[in-house]
């Protein structure tokens, strides 16, 4: 049961899909946005348990250092045998997901104190994860596969066959769809989706009012 504001909204989606973009254009329109999967980065290269995990799974050898002395760690090297390994997959999401929690409801707490009133916690793999207990509405973001496909690729995550290798180790879309509170369909507009998205943001306001009439 809910007790205040914020209103807790997961958006999610597959690869491609355009979830990043629908949350740009929330966190615009005046909600909180905490953002799952740079969270786990910021983990990866900052957290001394987490890096250590990661040395266990992958070796030592994921990680370097740049001119300037900062850690990087080779996400492409973990990406390819993660996305071929479910084991090392799972066993890589269950060293940051607690940890992203742990954020998480830190934003929580602190978007209260600020009196926002919508909290959207965007998150590529959140009901693999069970990113979703605890949240008031899930919005799903879908779009057509090719379109999915091209999109990842000229963003730089592969060739197609890996884009379609990636996608393979998600949820499919349709299952992601069945559970969801509300669904935004990404055409390739961005005008198009952005006016989807001010609609979706209007409808969550009235929930999150409702939620609160409620208590």
Known sequence: ??????????????????????????????????????????????????????????G????????????VLDRKKIASEVFSSPEKL???????????YKKFRAAVLDARKRGIKI????????????GNEGLDAV?????????????????????REEVLRRIATQWPQEKLIDKADYVLFNRGSLDSLKKETESLY???LAAAASACDNL
């Open 1 to 58: 049961m809910r007790q205040s504001y914020p209103f807790l909204v997961g958006v999610t989606g597959g690869l491609g899909s355009g979830k990043s973009m629908v949350c740009h254009f929330l966190s615009g329109m005046g909600c909180a946005l905490f953002e799952s999967d740079q969270v786990a980065k910021e983990l990866q290269l900052h957290d001394p348990e987490v890096i250590a995990g990661i040395k266990t799974l992958f």
């Open 60 to 71: 030592s050898k994921v990680y370097s250092c740049d001119a300037s002395g900062n850690l």
């Open 90 to 100: 799972s066993a890589l999401n269950r060293l940051i997901h607690p940890k992203v």
């Open 119 to 130: 909290l959207v916690k965007e998150a590529a793999i959140l009901f693999e994860s069970g």
């Open 139 to 159: 919005v799903v973001v879908a779009a057509d596969l090719e379109e999915r496909v091209e999109r990842a690729v000229q963003k730089g995550m592969g060739t």
């Open 202 to 204: 209007l409808t969550l």
